[in-house]
């Protein structure tokens, strides 16, 4: 027998036992498996508030209001329609219970519905606050009954946005009607955001100009 040979025969027993030394280490090892999120407590509640079950639903919102309401209080402050914003929060996740698949925290889950209810509260008093910021110019200087009449100063402001140019009118209803930002209108409209900006000057100085019987 040659000294190659002698040495690869030699060479076997090691080459076995790093086999064995991986054989024995894939089999000890410990299983890797998907972090559980949920208690089994969790899981029981939430099965049992799929199924409508009223007793589950009321532990479930027992549970996690007091969290909703805080997170609600750290974005809002004080409001005073939190209780309500609350409920819609609780109702969405009570609707949206068949599509939680258990990948995160409940807590997480709740913190994502509250979070998104509260964009789209804010997202809806902005758009508020700009209709009624127009229509409060708008009313400047007019008759006494136009000022105490919204229906009428309502119906006055459509009659006026009809009379301005396509390009004016669109940007001034994005903006004032639904609550876009000049970035967004930008977009939709895609010019630049100064062609923008610009547009939605000249709407608000036409607008002036008619309200004021200067046009």
């Given at each position: 027998m040659t000294r190659n040979?002698?040495?690869?025969?030699e060479?076997?027993?090691?080459?076995?036992?790093?086999?064995?030394?991986?054989?024995?280490?894939?089999?000890?090892?410990?299983?890797?498996?998907?972090?559980?999120?949920?208690?089994?407590?969790?899981?029981?509640?939430?099965?049992?508030?799929?199924?409508g079950n009223p007793r589950a639903l009321r532990q479930f919102y027992e549970a996690h209001q007091s969290q909703v309401r805080g997170h609600l209080y750290r974005l809002l402050g004080p409001d005073s329609e939190i209780d309500d914003i609350v409920q819609t929060v609780f109702a969405r996740a009570f609707a949206a219970l068949g599509t939680f698949k258990g990948n995160s925290a409940l807590s997480t889950w709740l913190y994502r519905i509250t979070t998104n209810t509260t964009h789209n509260l804010l997202r809806q008093r902005f758009r508020r606050n700009r209709v009624k910021s127009a229509f409060q110019w708008w009313t400047d200087g007019?008759?006494?009954?136009?000022?105490?009449?919204?229906?009428?100063?309502?119906?006055?402001a459509e009659r006026l946005l009809q009379r301005l140019a396509p390009d004016l009118r669109e940007v001034f209803v994005f903006y004032h009607y639904e609550g876009l930002t000049l970035q967004e209108i930008s977009q939709i409209l895609d010019k630049p955001v100064s062609t923008v900006g610009d547009r939605l000057t000249r709407a608000r100085k036409r607008l002036h100009d008619l309200v004021h019987g200067d046009a």
């Open positions: 040979a002698r040495t690869m025969d060479a076997l027993p090691i080459a076995d036992l790093f086999v064995a030394d991986a054989t024995t280490d894939a089999a000890t090892a410990p299983e890797t498996r998907a972090p559980e999120y949920l208690t089994t407590e969790e899981q029981l509640v939430l099965a049992g508030a799929r199924a007019r008759d006494a009954h136009l000022q105490s009449g919204r229906v009428d100063v309502r119906g006055e």
